[in-house]
Structure formats: structure tokens, C-alpha cells
């Protein structure tokens, strides 16, 4: 009796956990319209207000890749303040060090060779096959 009663609620389990994801699973593949170029426009601006309102805390982030994305939308938009915002970062990190290891990811006819001195605080992955037995 205890077995069944087990078996019977890990069913009961099972198969309302099937409808929350199928019901999950319709909802975001139905159809549905796509967003006006207004509704874009609106979240662009509203994206990069927002980057404009918190752009001291920002510019104190050295990671690349958000910069390499604000770059790129600044030139597919052509929107002037992305620009802006990238210049900043570029007189902040890249301008003044020639030789940084990710000048080439924002720059492409530009070359930087890799020295110790610029990859020294990155975190060691790799195992060496030495110290393997």
C-alpha cells in the first residue's frame, strides 16, 4: 500500500511537472508579432540612458567584451552617444597602451604583441602535460 501511494505521487509529480513545461513550452513558441521599429527605438534609448546615467560605474569595468558590444551596436546604429560612450573607454584603457592584449578585437588592422606583463593576472587554466603523472 505504502509502494503505491509513493509510486502514485511521483506520478501525480511527473505529470503535472510535463504540463507546467509544456505549458511553458507553447507559450514561448507561439506566434507572435514582432516589435515595431518604434518599440526598438524606445528600448535602445531607454538602454543607453541608462548607460549615461550610471557611466562612472561603467567606465571603471576594464572587461573588453561588454566595450566590443557597445562598440558594435554604436557603429550598426550609427548612434552618436554609443560613440561617445566608447570614446570614453578607448582614452580610459586603449589610447594610452599600445600594447594592451585586446586592441586588436576593437581595432582590426592593429597588432599587439602578447607580453607577460599583460597577461600575468588572468586566472591559469591550462594544466601543464609536465605535471601530469
Known amino acids: 500500500m505504502r509502494v503505491k501511494k509513493l509510486w502514485l505521487s511521483g506520478l501525480f509529480f511527473l505529470l503535472v511537472s510535463m504540463g507546467i513545461y509544456a505549458g511553458f513550452l507553447w507559450r514561448n513558441n507561439r506566434s507572435a508579432e514582432p516589435a515595431s521599429k518604434a518599440e526598438i527605438r524606445q528600448s ?26 557597445l562598440q558594435q551596436s554604436g557603429v550598426m546604429t550609427g548612434d552618436l552617444r554609443l ?3 566608447f570614446s570614453s573607454y578607448d582614452a580610459a584603457y586603449l589610447a594610452n597602451n599600445m600594447n ?3 586592441r586588436p578585437l576593437f581595432y582590426k588592422n592593429s597588432w599587439s604583441p ?7 593576472q588572468f586566472p591559469y587554466y591550462i594544466i601543464s602535460i609536465f605535471s601530469m603523472p
Open 44 to 69: 535602445l534609448n531607454a538602454g543607453i540612458g541608462w548607460l549615461f546615467r550610471h557611466k562612472k560605474e561603467i567606465l571603471k569595468v576594464p572587461n573588453p567584451m561588454p566595450w566590443w558590444m
Open 83 to 85: 560613440k561617445e560612450l
Open 100 to 102: 594592451n592584449i585586446w
Open 114 to 120: 602578447v607580453r607577460y606583463e599583460s597577461i600575468r
